[in-house]
Structures are given as structure tokens and as C-alpha cells.
């Protein structure tokens, strides 16, 4: 064979030069063909290992006892031994198993990772990468309007400066136009005193040259009056004492409207793996669930709270029914308490993450906030719609459950401020996504909502005894209807949601795709009524029992 040829010949057995060697010795790294096999393995000095020639490369000699052949795989030193590894000792109490077989395990997950990689993960990574152009030319466009929106706020603040300045010129020219009209009337006064001098001069002259005694002698002395001189002009100044220009309340003039602020995550979701439903959560349930704590608030009348919102790990604010809303601890003292701005009991509550209270008043139609002690309305509706069920959003929005008893109707609202952003109330079929409760007064008057982590809305439908769950857009996720009466719903750091099934004095706990966990179903649930729930900041589950009055506070994930 022309070495300058073999570039482009086909493969030969190393022994005959026969084309297409069908089999290889992996310790020798030599071609051969069927027939030379035999004639190969002659040679019993050396430990050979002649494989079918598409396995070619997958026999590994010992690197402590070369030239034997690895036969096995030792799973806790995760490497090839040979035999002489095994009867050295070193490998007595390891799991060991065919190194033929641990080869087609590993190709298997490799070969999964492939697919996982070809066909779920670098689709999405393709995705989001595919947007990122589209995002660039929205922040491009986003920047000249918000340019354009800086000048034009600059030109009112240039026509207000202008406007001041033309003002401050009008006040100074007023100020000159005093100082004028005094300096001519004073110039009016010494004109006359000087015409009365120079006639007086004439006056005495001519008396001086006369030699008439009579006329001489009636001569009476008026040179006094002029002696005392009228006020002499003062010099006219305004001055002009300019402020200092305040750059930080300049800078709160032009900073009236901000822009949506890019915030870039510190870590992006995790995807979870094709091959299990859900990845295990940070922070798993708890075989049983133990009660931490056990609250008894002094209430004249207990079995009329309505509504719990944690405030941190320590305090709780609660509502019922009258004007009163508490703050206790868990040692069960009364911290704080606020009256309604309109003397009428508030129907919920909620906690704002700057640690603000939330409360919707349906009598006077209103949402309103506590801020120290002063009370503001937030929102203010028409008398059709009135504002029930409230819980405060991760961007600090508020979304409001509101009725219309007139034609019986239900939708959530979301409001940034005063600013009504978004209604969600009916499917993309158009039909309504929930319903009014029968009894606007009784217990099925209850349609408590709660936002999950990835800002899902989590709406407790009595009247549908039905857990709705709509996305961030308001499109519907799923339904959760194995539950007879949901009431208080709440959420926790790793997305599950937790309902309060009180007819059955148990506790659903769902993760956030809508798949049924478990129950809480002891803790002494059964001797009253769970009520309304709230989660504190350790993931600590708290319990407003509605017939006792009593605060549960309930470990159920480690």
C-alpha cells in the first residue's frame, strides 16, 4: 500500500491487508479480520482482548496492574478495577459491578441528557435568546419616549421658571415706579422753595439800594422757613437677593413620572426534569404537623373574626365583626388597634411588604391604608361595585375581590395605587370565572384570594367549592374542586397553596400546578373552625379558628 495514498484507502487488517477488519484487539490496538484472530492470539505473553470492531476502544487496562484488563467498575472510588484490585482487598466492602454494564448505564444517560438538551432545554434557551432582540428595540424606543417625556416635563418647568422671572421684573419695576413718584414730588417742592428764594433775593436787593425809611422799615425777617430745608431726596436702590437653587427638590420636579425599572434576577427558574412531575421543593412537608403555638385573643366575642394577615413572625393583625382592627402577639397581647375611618367593620385585611394595613370597607366603598395612625382611601368605587376580599401583591399592587349584588357578579380587580390596572372576570370563552355567594351576610359571602410566588391569583370560590387559579394575565391555570367549602387561602415561599376547608375541619395543601399534597387534618382542627390562614416570613402556617378564636400557629415543612 503507497503511503502517500493511504489518506484515502480503506481500513486493512494490520496482518493480511485484507480490506474491512471486522474486529480489533483493544490491548494491542491492532486490526483483524476473522481469519487472523486466531494467529493474533498466539502470542500468550500478552493478555489480549479482540472485540467486535464497532466496540472498538471500550477495553481499559489497569493503571496499577497493566496489562490487566478492567472487568469491572467500582461505584464508591467511580473508576475501573481489574481482578488483581478486587483480590488486593481495597475494594472488598464497595459495590461493584460489570464494567460492560456500567458503560450501557452511563451511554443511557447520556444518551437522556442528548434528548433533554436537544429537545426541551435549548429550544428555550433558543427562545429566550430569540427575544432578546425584540426586548433591545423596546428598551431603545422606550428610552427616546422617555427622553421625549424628560423634555417636554423640562419645557413646563422652563415656562414656569420664565413665567416667575417675568413676575419678579414686574415687582421691581412697581418698586422703581414708588421710588419715582416720590423723587417728583419732592423735586416739585424744592423747585418751588427755589423760586420763592430767587424772588426774596430780587426783594432784599431792591431794598438794599432804596433810601425810602418806610418801605426799608417793613421790612419783617422770613429768612427762617428757609433755613429748615425740605427732606432731602434719598437715593432710590432695590436690591436683588437671589435663593439658592435646591438641586434635590429640582430633581424631585423632573422625577414626577419614572420609568419601569429593568431588573435582571439573580437566578433564573429551574426547568424540571422530563422524567419527574415536579422537582423536590426547597423546603419539604413535614411527615406530621406539630402546633408551635396556641394564641388565645381576648375578644368580647371570638367567633366573629372574620380575617388574619401576619405582619412578621411575631405580630398578627386581625378583623371581625365590628370597627376594630388588632395587632397582637403571639403571647396573645394586644399590641395596637385601629378604628375604621368609617366607623363600619371592615370585611378583610392585608399587609403591604412595607408592613402598611390593607382593609377594604364594602359600606363606604372603599379601600384604604394605615399608615402610623392615619387612615387614606386608596380606591373608591361607584356604589354598584363594593370591594369584599383583599391581599397585596409582589409588586405592590393590591387585587380586590368585588361583588355586584345587582346583577350578580364577581371580578378581581388589580390596583397600582388608586390606579385600576386590570380586571379579570370571565374564561376565554367568556363565561364567568367565579360566582357570587347565594347569602350576601352569611359564611358563603366568603371569596378570600391570595397571590402565589410565580403571580398566580388564588381566588377560594365558595359558591363553585372550587380553588381558581388565573396567571399574572388572567387567563385561567387550572381548577381545584376536591374541596367542599373553601374559605381562608394562603401561600407559601415554594409556590403551594394552602386552603381551609372548614366544613371538614382539614387544611388542603396543593403545589402550584393544582397537584393535591396532603392534608393537615390534626393540630386540633376539629375543635373549631379554620378559618381565615395566613403564612408568616418562616413558612409557619397560621390558623384563625373562627368558632373558638383562638391563633394556631402550625409547622408543617421543615
Not at 371538614?504 to 379554620?530: A, E, K, V
Amino acid at each position: 500500500m503507497d503511503p502517500h495514498r493511504s489518506g484515502q484507502d480503506v481500513l486493512r487488517c494490520d496482518l493480511c491487508e485484507d480490506p474491512g477488519p471486522s474486529m480489533y484487539c483493544d490491548v494491542c490496538h491492532t486490526n483483524l479480520c476473522k481469519s487472523c484472530v486466531g494467529e493474533h492470539l498466539s502470542d500468550e505473553l500478552i493478555e489480549h482482548r479482540v472485540v467486535p470492531f464497532r466496540k472498538r476502544g471500550s477495553t481499559l487496562t489497569c493503571t496499577k496492574h497493566s496489562p490487566k484488563i478492567c472487568e469491572l467498575y467500582c461505584e464508591q472510588c467511580n473508576g475501573p478495577i481489574c481482578s488483581l484490585c478486587v483480590s488486593s482487598g481495597d475494594h472488598e466492602q464497595h459495590k461493584k459491578i460489570d464494567i460492560f454494564k456500567h458503560f450501557e448505564n452511563k451511554k443511557a444517560e447520556i444518551k437522556e441528557d442528548l434528548q433533554e438538551l436537544e429537545n426541551n432545554i435549548y429550544p428555550i434557551y433558543q427562545n429566550i435568546a430569540s427575544r432578546i432582540p425584540v426586548q433591545r428595540d423596546k428598551v431603545k424606543e422606550n428610552s427616546q419616549k422617555l427622553k421625549s417625556d424628560i423634555s417636554k416635563h423640562g419645557e413646563i418647568l422652563h415656562r414656569k421658571i420664565d413665567a416667575l422671572i417675568e413676575k419678579e421684573k414686574k415687582r421691581a419695576d412697581g418698586i422703581n415706579n414708588k421710588f419715582l413718584v416720590a423723587l417728583k414730588k419732592q423735586e416739585y417742592e424744592y423747585a418751588n422753595c427755589i423760586s420763592e428764594i430767587k424772588q426774596s433775593i430780587v426783594c432784599l436787593r431792591t431794598l438794599l439800594d432804596s433810601n425810602d425809611i418806610c418801605l426799608v422799615s417793613s421790612y419783617r425777617l422770613e429768612i427762617d422757613r428757609y433755613r429748615k430745608l425740605p427732606a432731602k431726596p434719598m437715593m432710590a436702590k432695590t436690591i436683588f437677593f437671589p435663593t439658592n437653587v435646591d438641586e434635590k427638590k429640582l430633581s424631585e420636579q423632573m422625577s414626577h413620572a419614572r420609568g419601569s425599572i429593568l431588573r435582571k434576577e439573580k437566578q433564573g427558574y429551574i426547568l424540571k426534569s422530563p422524567d419527574s412531575l415536579s422537582s423536590p421543593p426547597d423546603r419539604t412537608l413535614t411527615d406530621l404537623p406539630q402546633i408551635i403555638s396556641n394564641t388565645d385573643i381576648q375578644y368580647e366575642n371570638p367567633g366573629k373574626f372574620r380575617s388574619i394577615s401576619c405582619l412578621n413572625d411575631e405580630e398578627f393583625w386581625t378583623c371581625g365583626d365590628d370597627n376594630i382592627m388588632r395587632l397582637y402577639n403571639f403571647s396573645g397581647n394586644l399590641v395596637k388597634s385601629i378604628q375604621t375611618k368609617s366607623g363600619r367593620m371592615p370585611r378583610d385585611i392585608a399587609v403591604t411588604k412595607t408592613g402598611d394595613l390593607v382593609y377594604t370597607d364594602p359600606w363606604n366603598f372603599t379601600v384604604n391604608i394605615v399608615k402610623n395612625t392615619q387612615i387614606y382611601d386608596v380606591v373608591r368605587l361607584q356604589k354598584k361595585w363594593t370591594p369584599e376580599y383583599i391581599c397585596c401583591s409582589a409588586t405592590g399592587d393590591f387585587l380586590v375581590v368585588m361583588f355586584n349584588f345587582d346583577k350578580g357578579e364577581v371580578k378581581v380587580v388589580r390596583y397600582s395605587g388608586s390606579t385600576e390596572k386590570q380586571t379579570i372576570q370571565f374564561d376565554s370563552e367568556g363565561r364567568p370565572l367565579f360566582l357570587i355567594p347565594n347569602d350576601q351576610c352569611g359564611t358563603d359571602c366568603t371569596t378570600y384570594i391570595a397571590e402565589n410566588r410565580n403571580l398566580d391569583i388564588c381566588v377560594a370560590d365558595v359558591h363553585k367549592h372550587a380553588i381558581i387559579v388565573v396567571n399574572r394575565a388572567g387567563e385561567l391555570r387550572f381548577r381545584y374542586t376536591s374541596i367542599t367549602k373553601p374559605v381562608g387561602i394562603a401561600t407559601d415561599s415554594q409556590g403551594r397553596i394552602l386552603a381551609a376547608d372548614s366544613p371538614n375541619n382539614r387544611i388542603h395543601i396543593l403545589d402550584q400546578d393544582g397537584q393535591f399534597l396532603r392534608y393537615i387534618d390534626n393540630c386540633d382542627l376539629y375543635t373549631s373552625t379554620p378559618w381565615s390562614l395566613s403564612v408568616d416570613n418562616d413558612d409557619k402556617l397560621v390558623v384563625l379558628m373562627k368558632d373558638s378564636g383562638s391563633v394556631k400557629k402550625i409547622q408543617y415543612c421543615l
